[in-house]
């Protein structure tokens, strides 16, 4: 029993677990947690659905995530990632790459209403 106590390795794993709801991560914070219980519940899942559920598909996003930036680190310019890379990357994924499509186009006409709107307002 005495052995027990001393041994360091128990109690550094205790303390590793971190604080709350990242306990399961040790170091890492959740950062879409929000807005996948959103998601999920938006998908017919529970309005409170298992903060299991929601760190598992958050690793799968931010695994989604971290690949693609990677890959659209290595293709184009070097080191750095642009809108034509992502494109590029999704453009076999022909749901992907509509929902990119569209989301750009809709950036483009915000784009062009705020300046319309600034240009109104504090004419030029």
Same mark, same amino acid.
């Given at each position: 029993?005495? +052995?027990?106590? =001393? &041994?360091? /390795?128990?109690? +550094?794993?205790? =303390? &590793?677990? /971190?604080?709350?709801?990242?306990?399961?991560?040790?170091?890492r914070k959740r950062l879409f947690s929000k807005e996948l219980r959103c998601v999920m519940y938006g998908f017919g899942d529970d309005?409170?659905?298992?903060?299991?559920?929601?760190?598992?598909l958050e690793d799968l996003v931010i695994e989604f995530i971290t690949e693609m930036t990677h890959k659209a680190m290595s293709i184009g310019r070097q080191g750095r990632v642009q809108v034509e890379d992502i494109v590029f990357l999704i453009r076999k994924d022909p749901r992907k790459f509509a929902r990119v499509k569209d989301l750009l186009t809709m950036n483009e006409e915000l784009e062009k209403a705020r300046k319309a709107f600034d240009e109104a307002n504090y004419g030029s």
């Open positions: 029993m005495v +052995e027990e106590e =001393d &041994d360091p /390795g128990f109690d +550094e794993d205790l =303390d &590793d677990g /971190g604080n709350g709801a990242d306990s399961g991560q040790g170091r309005q409170n659905p298992y903060t299991e559920s929601v760190d598992i």
